[in-house]
């Protein structure tokens, strides 16, 4: 992976001559740290993190530290040869401004990071993005509710009176069937 991004590097020098890592941009950073960090060893990371942003000739526009979370899903990675399987992370990120030589070169270093689990960054704007916390409204009272009566329905469903039944003689049966064979 480290390996993809220099050779991404190179080749965006080759096939440009004059690529001088074009304007600075504003990027978020977004990153998941290992959950056995303790918070000093966090806080270690960010600054060394600011650190190489800075060596870049970037500029922070703001940031928050890891904070402990459980993941949706256990995530997998690899690293030295070894897999390791993560369901608690640290989450932190931040806001900078850097020119686009210099995003290629902290995300190679970013890869080759053992503490992170998974980062990602992205092209974003200048000003505060972050949805605010929802404050519940407020629901007024409602009177107290009186249990309901149940409905009294009467239905008058008139009853049909059975007509009075026929007796048939053998002979009008047979005289019935004969008629109605031969239609």
């Given at each position: 992976m480290v390996e993809d991004v220099t050779k991404t590097i190179k080749n965006t020098e080759e096939k440009n001559p004059t690529f001088d890592g074009g304007e600075a941009s504003v990027y978020e950073i977004g990153y998941h740290i290992i959950s056995s960090l303790h918070e000093e060893d966090t806080l270690a990371f960010a600054t060394t993190l600011r650190s190489m942003v800075e060596k870049e000739g970037g500029t922070f526009v703001s940031e928050e530290l890891g904070k402990p979370m459980t993941l949706a899903y256990d995530i997998v990675t690899a690293f030295g040869g070894k897999k390791q399987k993560y369901s608690e992370s640290r989450f932190g990120w931040?806001?900078?401004?850097?020119?686009?030589?210099?995003v290629l070169k902290i995300k190679t270093a970013l890869f080759a990071e053992q503490k992170l689990i998974r980062f990602c960054v992205f092209k974003t704007v200048r000003e505060d993005t972050r949805a605010g916390k929802r404050i519940a409204r407020e629901v007024p009272e409602?009177?107290?509710r009186t249990p309901l009566e149940p409905l009294k329905i009467e239905r008058r469903i008139p009853i049909a009176k059975e007509a009075p039944r026929q007796t048939l003689s053998d002979e009008e049966i047979d005289k019935t069937i004969e008629e109605l064979i031969a239609s």
């Amino acid at each position: 992976m480290v390996e993809d991004v220099t050779k991404t590097i190179k080749n965006t020098e080759e096939k440009n001559p004059t690529f001088d890592g074009g304007e600075a941009s504003v990027y978020e950073i977004g990153y998941h740290i290992i959950s056995s960090l303790h918070e000093e060893d966090t806080l270690a990371f960010a600054t060394t993190l600011r650190s190489m942003v800075e060596k870049e000739g970037g500029t922070f526009v703001s940031e928050e530290l890891g904070k402990p979370m459980t993941l949706a899903y256990d995530i997998v990675t690899a690293f030295g040869g070894k897999k390791q399987k993560y369901s608690e992370s640290r989450f932190g990120w931040f806001k900078c401004t850097l020119p686009q030589k210099a995003v290629l070169k902290i995300k190679t270093a970013l890869f080759a990071e053992q503490k992170l689990i998974r980062f990602c960054v992205f092209k974003t704007v200048r000003e505060d993005t972050r949805a605010g916390k929802r404050i519940a409204r407020e629901v007024p009272e409602r009177a107290p509710r009186t249990p309901l009566e149940p409905l009294k329905i009467e239905r008058r469903i008139p009853i049909a009176k059975e007509a009075p039944r026929q007796t048939l003689s053998d002979e009008e049966i047979d005289k019935t069937i004969e008629e109605l064979i031969a239609s």
